[in-house]
């Protein structure tokens, strides 16, 4: 039997009843998560833990009757399954060791990926099943361009000073990077498809920061070597794309060029706009911004039921722009999913 969220990747026609799925669904807003996550001792301990990550997966999906399990993992196993030094400080967020030069690159060990993420891998294992038929299990990545901000920058960044200042200063180190990037991503998603996973994402969170020139480079291409590397090895499983905050052609191109089944769509952009610029072969994943999933009540009903009216007629799955705040009331979430599930 074939998942709803699958079916509506891979058939294209708008369904009577979208998918749901709610982007970092696992997380702080859950106390059941935080109980775990104290017992893991810290976010790290977490994510190598195949027993307590397969836990947390499954926790939405118990409150809630969501139609796909995201695995709980991070975008930062790359640089740590490359042997970058990575941690999650309270209140804080990421921090790892800094690449200042490309002469850095040799700490990185591209083969070292597959054995320093195999508790993914028996993550996905442990809850693909204990997973039902009608639900998909979603494996994930940061894609290239996102990640690589992270590995420069040292941690977060809202205005990627260091990573303009090194692609600048280093273009043909940044392609190197790039490369490295593309080819630990493309073996974690596959080593995730063997491992259970019937849906891809690749997370760009931060490609808006790119237009134009720089977004074909640092974006699409990345996602697009990603792709056809899964897509040759495993052509049967959908991939989504989240080139957040892109916009006009860049996110037109990105669609056509990268060879994406689906792609998500950030709060800040209307549905009549994402349904202008993304082919109807495409399908449409999103849109309710975060924040008024925090605020709940009636605003919460309207901006659920305009994005349905929104994307009415073309192939959706509903999610959220981006994931998930810690602050949601997990009732907000339940409301969410029954007024979707009853549309
Ligand atoms: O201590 C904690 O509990 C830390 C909070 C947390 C969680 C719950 C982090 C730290 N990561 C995660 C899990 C996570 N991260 C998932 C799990 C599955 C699910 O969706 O339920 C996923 C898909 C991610 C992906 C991720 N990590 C992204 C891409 C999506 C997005 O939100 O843009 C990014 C950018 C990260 C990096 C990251 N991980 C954690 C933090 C604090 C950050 C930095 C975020 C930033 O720079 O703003």
Same mark, same amino acid.
């Given at each position: 039997?074939?998942?709803?969220?699958?079916?509506?990747?891979?058939?294209?026609?708008?369904?009577?009843?979208?998918?749901?799925?709610?982007?970092?669904?696992?997380?702080?807003?859950?106390?059941?998560?935080?109980?775990?996550?104290?017992?893991?001792?810290?976010?790290?301990?977490?994510?190598?833990?195949?027993?307590?990550?397969?836990?947390?997966?499954?926790?939405?999906?118990?409150?809630?009757n969501l139609d796909a399990a995201?695995?709980?993992?991070?975008?930062?196993?790359?640089?740590?399954?490359?042997?970058?030094?990575?941690? %999650?400080? @309270? !209140?804080?967020?990421?921090?790892?060791?800094? #690449?200042?030069?490309?002469?850095?690159? /040799?700490? +990185?060990k591209p083969l070292k990926t597959?054995?320093?993420?195999?508790?993914?891998?028996?993550?996905?294992?442990?809850?693909?099943?204990?997973?039902?038929?009608?639900?998909?299990?979603?494996?994930?990545?940061?894609?290239?361009?996102?990640?690589?901000?992270?590995?420069?920058?040292?941690?977060?960044?809202?205005?990627?000073?260091?990573?303009?200042?090194?692609?600048?200063? %280093?273009? @043909? !180190?940044?392609?190197?990077?790039?490369?490295? #990037?593309?080819?630990?991503?493309?073996? /974690?998603? +596959?080593?995730?498809?063997?491992?259970?996973?019937?849906?891809?994402?690749?997370?760009?969170?931060?490609?808006?920061?790119?237009?134009?020139?720089?977004?074909?480079?640092?974006?699409?291409?990345?996602?697009?070597?990603?792709?056809?590397?899964?897509?040759?090895?495993?052509?049967?499983?959908?991939?989504?794309?989240?080139?957040?905050?892109?916009?006009?052609?860049?996110?037109?191109?990105?669609?056509?060029?990268?060879?994406?089944?689906?792609?998500?769509?950030?709060?800040?952009?209307?549905?009549?706009?994402?349904?202008?610029?993304?082919?109807?072969?495409?399908t449409l994943q999103g849109n309710?911004?975060?924040?008024?999933?925090?605020?709940?009540?009636?605003?919460?009903?309207?901006?659920?039921?305009?994005?349905?009216?929104?994307?009415?007629?073309?192939?959706?799955?509903?999610?959220?722009?981006?994931?998930?705040?810690?602050?949601?009331?997990?009732?907000?979430?339940?409301?969410?999913?029954?007024?979707?599930?009853?549309?």
């Amino acid at each position: 039997m074939t998942s709803p969220l699958v079916q509506t990747l891979l058939q294209k026609n708008a369904p009577q009843q979208p998918p749901v799925w709610i982007m970092r669904q696992a997380g702080r807003y859950l106390p059941e998560y935080l109980k775990v996550r104290a017992e893991a001792g810290s976010f790290m301990n977490l994510c190598r833990n195949p027993a307590l990550a397969a836990e947390v997966t499954l926790q939405p999906l118990r409150r809630f009757n969501l139609d796909a399990a995201i695995i709980f993992s991070d975008i930062l196993m790359i640089p740590y399954g490359l042997g970058q030094h990575v941690t %999650f400080v @309270e !209140g804080e967020g990421p921090k790892l060791s800094r #690449l200042d030069h490309p002469n850095d690159f /040799h700490f +990185l060990k591209p083969l070292k990926t597959a054995q320093a993420l195999q508790p993914v891998y028996d993550a996905l294992g442990l809850v693909k099943e204990k997973l039902s038929e009608n639900k998909s299990l979603i494996g994930f990545a940061g894609a290239p361009w996102t990640v690589a901000t992270y590995m420069i920058e040292g941690g977060s960044s809202r205005t990627f000073e260091k990573t303009k200042a090194f692609v600048a200063a %280093f273009p @043909e !180190g940044m392609q190197t990077l790039m490369d490295i #990037l593309v080819e630990a991503t493309a073996a /974690h998603l +596959l080593a995730q498809i063997q491992a259970g996973a019937d849906v891809v994402q690749l997370f760009d969170s931060w490609a808006g920061a790119l237009t134009g020139d720089d977004f074909a480079r640092w974006v699409i291409a990345p996602n697009k070597a990603i792709i056809a590397r899964v897509k040759q090895a495993a052509p049967h499983v959908p991939v989504i794309g989240f080139p957040r905050k892109a916009r006009g052609a860049d996110l037109t191109h990105y669609c056509v060029q990268t060879g994406i089944d689906g792609v998500g769509i950030d709060e800040d952009l209307s549905p009549a706009e994402a349904c202008a610029l993304v082919p109807p072969s495409i399908t449409l994943q999103g849109n309710i911004s975060p924040q008024v999933l925090v605020a709940g009540g009636a605003a919460l009903e309207q901006a659920i039921d305009a994005c349905l009216e929104g994307f009415k007629g073309r192939s959706h799955i509903f999610n959220l722009g981006h994931g998930v705040v810690p602050q949601t009331p997990p009732d907000n979430v339940a409301a969410l999913v029954a007024r979707v599930k009853f549309s």
